[in-house]
C-alpha cells in the first residue's frame, strides 16, 4: 500500500537523493529529477515535505521555473515510488507526485512546466525568438510605410497635373454600347488613342464611367472631369443589387472644369427613359455650351421629334453651343429638322438631302448615320469615324475652330 514515509539513507543513496537538512526533500519542478536530501529516519516518522531547490532562469525558455513543494510517495520499506520501479521518475513528464500545493502560475507546455510571468516581471526571449519578433516588426513598418499617404502609391494614383495633353480643341461623341459588357480598360484606351478635350458618352452606367476614368487617369494619363446625365435607375442596365440598382444614362467627361450643369428627362421617353445633359466647358480655350443627349430607340418617330423639339429650344438659346449624342436617326429624318436649322453636322458633307448620296459618313455596324456633332456659331474642322470592337457605334470626333 502507498504511504507518504520517511525515507531510509539507503534507499536515498540508491535512488540519487542526496542530504541537504532533516525533514526536506528538494526537487526541481518539470524535471523529474531529485535536488536535495531526504531525512533518512525509520518508516514511523512523519511525511517528509517538498521544498524546490533554487534554479537558474532558462534562458531556452524564456521562463523562470517557479518553486513549488510536493510530498513524496513511499513504500512501507521506504522506498521512493515512481511510474515504472521505486526509483523511476520521467524526465520528460516529470515526477507523478501528489502534490500538496502547485503555483497557480505553472503552465505546462511541450512536455514541461513552465511559470507564467508574475505582473510587472519581464520576459526574456530567446536569441531564436527574438530574431523572429524583429523580423516581423520590420516587415509591418515597410508595408505600411508603402501605403500611407506619402508612400508611392498615393502619389501615382491621383497625379496632380495630367502627364499627357489632350488636343484642346477636339471633341468626340460615343455610344458605350449597353448591355455589352465591354471591359471599360480596353473602352478607356479607345478614348486615350485620340484625347479629346470634351467627350460625350451614351448608354452609359455610372460606375461604367467611373471606371473608364479611371483607367485614363492612372494608365493613360489623362485627367478628366465628369458629369452626369442620369435618367433611370435599371438593374438590367447597370446591375446592383434590386434595393439600389444602378444609374443610367449619359455622361460628359471634360478636361477643364464645368459649370451649370443641368439634367433633363424628355416628357416622353418612348419605350424608356430619355433625356439631356448640358454643361459649360472650355474647348480650345473658349467658353462654350456643350450638350449631350440619346433620343428614343427607332422605329419611335413621334416620340423622337418631341424630345428633339425639346432639345432645341434649349439650344436656339446660345449663340455658340456643341450638341453630341445618338439621335437614332437618319440625317433626313423629319424628326431632326428642327436640329438641322440651327446647327451643322461636324462632317461637312452630311446634311439632311446628302443621305441618298451618300455623302454622310455612317456611324454604327449596320451602316447608319445615327450619331452627330451638332455645332452653333463654331466653324467645323477634320473630323474622324473610327469603328471600335468594344461598341456597335464607332467613335465620332471633330477639331473645331472657335476663333
Not at 443610367?248 to 472644369?257: K, N, Y
Request: charge should be positive.
Amino acid at each position: 500500500m502507498r504511504s507518504f514515509v520517511r525515507a531510509a539513507p539507503v534507499t536515498a543513496q540508491r535512488c540519487g537523493i542526496a542530504r541537504k537538512r532533516p525533514g526536506r526533500l528538494v526537487v526541481g519542478e518539470g524535471t523529474g529529477e531529485v535536488r536535495d536530501a531526504v531525512r533518512a529516519h525509520g518508516p514511523d516518522a512523519e511525511p517528509a515535505a517538498l521544498e524546490p531547490a533554487p534554479r537558474r532562469p532558462s534562458a531556452r525558455a524564456g521562463l523562470r521555473v517557479r518553486r513549488t513543494e510536493h510530498r513524496v510517495p513511499f513504500d512501507g520499506a521506504g522506498r521512493l515510488l515512481g511510474r515504472k520501479g521505486p526509483c523511476h521518475m520521467s524526465h520528460r513528464r516529470g515526477p507523478r507526485f501528489p502534490t500538496a500545493r502547485r503555483s497557480p502560475n505553472l503552465v505546462r507546455e511541450g512536455g514541461r512546466t513552465l511559470r507564467a510571468p508574475a505582473p510587472g516581471e519581464a520576459i526574456v526571449l530567446a536569441s531564436g525568438t527574438r530574431w523572429f519578433v524583429g523580423t516581423v516588426a520590420v516587415l509591418c513598418v515597410v508595408l505600411v510605410g508603402s501605403r500611407s499617404p506619402g508612400g508611392s502609391d498615393a502619389g501615382r494614383s491621383r497625379p496632380v497635373r495630367p502627364e499627357r495633353d489632350v488636343v484642346a480643341n477636339r471633341v468626340m461623341t460615343w455610344n458605350l454600347c449597353n448591355p455589352c459588357k465591354e471591359s471599360n480598360a480596353h473602352r478607356a484606351a479607345e478614348i486615350a488613342a485620340f484625347a479629346p478635350q470634351v467627350l460625350g458618352v451614351q448608354e452609359a452606367c455610372v460606375r461604367d464611367v467611373e471606371a473608364i476614368r479611371d483607367h485614363l487617369e492612372n494608365i493613360h494619363g489623362l485627367v478628366y472631369h465628369v458629369r452626369y446625365g442620369t435618367v433611370l435607375n435599371k438593374r438590367s442596365r447597370c446591375g446592383g443589387t434590386p434595393w439600389n440598382p444602378g444609374a443610367f444614362g449619359q455622361a460628359v467627361l471634360s478636361a477643364a472644369p464645368m459649370t451649370d450643369h443641368v439634367g433633363v428627362e424628355y416628357p416622353e421617353g418612348g419605350s424608356e427613359d430619355r433625356g439631356y445633359m448640358a454643361v459649360t466647358t472650355e474647348v480650345d480655350g473658349q467658353k462654350v455650351r456643350v450638350f449631350n443627349t440619346h433620343l428614343a430607340q427607332r422605329r419611335q418617330e413621334s416620340v423622337r421629334a418631341g424630345q428633339a423639339a425639346v432639345l432645341a429650344t434649349e439650344v436656339a438659346r446660345h449663340e455658340r453651343a456643341i450638341v453630341l449624342g445618338d439621335f437614332n436617326a437618319v440625317p433626313d429624318a423629319p424628326e431632326l429638322s428642327r436640329l438641322w436649322s440651327l446647327a451643322v453636322d461636324a462632317d461637312p458633307g452630311c446634311r439632311p438631302a446628302g443621305t441618298a448620296a451618300g455623302t454622310c459618313r455612317a456611324t454604327t455596324d449596320w451602316q447608319s448615320k445615327f450619331d452627330y456633332v451638332f455645332l452653333r456659331g463654331i466653324a467645323p474642322g477634320e473630323y474622324r469615324v473610327h469603328p471600335s470592337r468594344y461598341s456597335d457605334h464607332h467613335l465620332f470626333y471633330a477639331d473645331l475652330d472657335l476663333a
